[in-house]
């Protein structure tokens, strides 16, 4: 019997190098462990396959760079991962050949999403990043010969030394290469990492100036005919008709079911969510003797559940349904929201006003109970 999960997320955790900001699960080289831990992944699918519908919407590889990981090694996690309707493969500049460029899309990668960060050569040695400018322009052109037609591209803001003409500057060479998707992030330095010990001082002053860059972001975006779909994403409308919103994470942010593969991964299903340990020998002798990883498991009740629904929804810019929602919402402080125009309570629906959304996370706050 299967189970009715159609999302899958494959963690990668590979790199050539630690970026300093970065603080996800992470292991340098270890060449001679990626086809170990791709022969892992594929046995930990097999024990869980059953959490997964017969069709999936989405499957995405993130990391670390899951382009790092040996190209042999990828392709055959990709030949031995279920089809879905939309496959992403995050990578980083650098990486990308014409040969890996073909062989992902021969092996049904329809997505490609692409670290960029900025295209500053000095913001780039900030952020301790190997890709240089012309590495990120090579690696698209590289992917559209391959016949990719879904490319999205992150950038970060909000960088130790970065001034409004250069936020300016990284959007106009961003908008040359005509991405179909942009993600652009306020950077996020973790509190005692070697990255806040370098620039304190800086960040500070960079956090002085998050609310005039995001604004700079949106204006810039929405008048090059972009749509500010989520609070940090936007999307091409495409002659077409495609629907180019990034369809994983829309997932996550409209409170569906996930299965996560891999060392730090996380799957939330039904009343449950958990998440792998981070060990990578641990992970691996586990599979190895067919045995699940090892896992901390939190039970999601009904609240829980509920208030994510409403917290990751008012992200989105389409209304949020809210029945079944209510009893988590805040009644005066929805109320003091629509008195100063941030909120808008339809009756079956709830959404932030523009202005609101700019304010995000903190007209959340006032709403959920």
């Excluded at 996690?77 to 050949?97: D, F, H, S």
């Excluded at 409403?310 to 929805?334: F, H, I, Q, T």
Aim: proline share 4%.
């Amino acid at each position: 019997m299967t189970g009715g999960a159609r999302h899958l997320y494959v963690h990668l955790p590979f790199c050539a190098h630690r970026c300093g900001y970065c603080d996800f699960v992470t292991v340098l080289g270890r060449s001679g462990q990626h086809a170990p831990y791709v022969e892992a992944l594929l046995q930990e699918l097999e024990l869980e396959r059953g959490v997964l519908a017969e069709e999936l919407e989405t499957v995405f590889l993130g990391g670390g760079t899951p382009t790092f990981t040996s190209l042999p090694d990828l392709v055959r996690l990709l030949e031995g991962l279920p089809t879905a309707e939309e496959v992403t493969v995050e990578a980083n500049p650098e990486t990308v050949t014409q040969e890996l460029a073909r062989s992902l899309r021969d092996a049904g990668v329809t997505r490609i999403s692409l670290g960029a960060q900025t295209f500053r050569p000095r913001l780039l040695d900030v952020l301790e990043r190997v890709a240089q400018p012309d590495d990120i322009r090579r690696a698209v052109h590289h992917l559209r010969d391959a016949g990719f037609d879904n490319i999205s591209l992150d950038l970060i803001y909000g960088i130790p030394g970065q001034s409004t003409a250069d936020l300016e500057a990284d959007l106009d060479d961003a908008l040359a290469l005509e991405p179909e998707h942009l993600s652009c992030y306020e950077l996020e330095a973790k509190p005692g990492t070697r990255f806040t010990h370098a620039w304190g001082a800086e960040l500070v002053r960079q956090a002085d100036a998050i609310e005039d860059y995001f604004e700079r972001v949106v204006a810039r975006l929405t008048g090059a005919g972009y749509r500010w779909y989520e609070t940090a994403n936007f999307c091409h409308a495409d002659a077409d008709g495609r629907d180019l919103r990034a369809r994983h994470n829309l997932a996550y942010w409209l409170g569906r079911d996930y299965l996560g593969l891999g060392i730090g991964a996380v799957s939330t299903i039904e009343n449950r969510r958990w998440r792998n340990a981070p060990r990578l020998g641990r992970y691996l002798e586990s599979l190895a003797a067919g045995r699940a990883p090892e896992r901390d498991v939190e039970p999601l009740d009904g609240d829980v559940r509920a208030r994510e629904r409403v917290m990751l929804g008012l992200r989105l810019d389409e209304p949020l349904p809210v029945r079944g929602l209510r009893s988590v919402l805040d009644a005066e402080g929805l109320a003091r929201a629509e008195q100063l125009g941030l909120a808008v309570d339809g009756g079956e629906t709830l959404a932030l006003t523009r202005r609101g959304r700019f304010l995000g996370g903190g007209v959340t706050a006032e709403i959920v109970a």
